[in-house]
Structures are given as structure tokens and as C-alpha cells.
């Protein structure tokens, strides 16, 4: 039996003297070049297989 989960969110606090827009070019930028941010973006689907020991 398969269950589907909603995304997991997160939230991203940066506290600098740049501009509102420098900060967000900054964000977009970690976002594209971070492996987990490419991972979340990624369609996968999950199999576990469990067995008795």
C-alpha cells in the first residue's frame, strides 16, 4: 500500500546589509547550486522494503 506525504517546507532566514534584491539573487542562487535543493526538486519515488529477521 503506497501513502503519498505533502512536501517537507522550510524556511530561510538571511540577515544582511544587501539590498531585498541582492538577498533573494543570493537565495535563488544557493537554491541552484545546493545538491538537497536539486534533490527536493527531483520526482522520485521512495521504495522500502521491510523483512523479517
Known amino acids: 500500500m ?3 506525504t ?3 517546507g522550510y ?3 538571511l540577515e544582511t ?3 531585498d534584491e541582492t ?3 543570493m ?3 544557493s537554491g541552484q ?3 538537497l535543493h536539486a534533490l527536493c526538486r527531483t520526482d522520485l519515488k521512495t521504495k522500502i522494503k521491510v523483512a523479517r529477521v
Open 23 to 25: 538577498a533573494r539573487e
Open 6 to 8: 505533502d512536501p517537507a
Open 11 to 13: 524556511r530561510v532566514i
Open 27 to 29: 537565495l535563488d542562487i
Open 33 to 35: 547550486t545546493c545538491f
Open 17 to 19: 546589509s544587501e539590498s
Open 2 to 4: 503506497a501513502e503519498e
